[in-house]
């Protein structure tokens, strides 16, 4: 095993639709290491979901890639419910993105534009 994480490629898992996405993660052998799905949920809004996504490598690997697939819906706010992310994960999201956090129930979201901020 190599200190260095193989190359994870992602690429679409079942026909999309307007309203919902699937990604896998693959690994260098090509075996499935994670998979993720886009949904939306009202408006220009939609959700994540990680379904398997067991470390940070891979899991911003699969939120970079939904987050193409929401732009080309014209989709421009996601969110992603925080309970389910690593400190590693959302402290990476938070370096990279804008992230709010919004509390609905008890639950927490982290919600980010669509559209990358110019730097």
Do not use: K, Q
Request: aromatic share 4%.
């Amino acid at each position: 095993m190599s200190a260095v994480p193989d190359p994870v490629l992602v690429r679409s898992s079942e026909p999309e639709t307007l309203d919902r996405a699937a990604v896998v993660a693959l690994d260098g052998n090509g075996s499935i290491v994670g998979r993720a799905t886009l949904s939306r949920l009202y408006g220009m809004r939609a959700e994540l979901h990680l379904e398997h996504a067991p470390t940070t490598t891979i899991t911003l690997a699969l939120i970079d890639a939904l987050e193409r697939e929401a732009r080309t819906r014209g989709l421009e706010r996601l969110e992603l419910e925080a309970v389910v992310l690593s400190d590693s994960t959302v402290a990476a999201l938070r370096r990279w993105r804008t992230i709010a956090d919004e509390v609905r129930a008890s639950h927490t979201y982290l919600t980010w534009s669509t559209t990358p901020v110019s730097s």
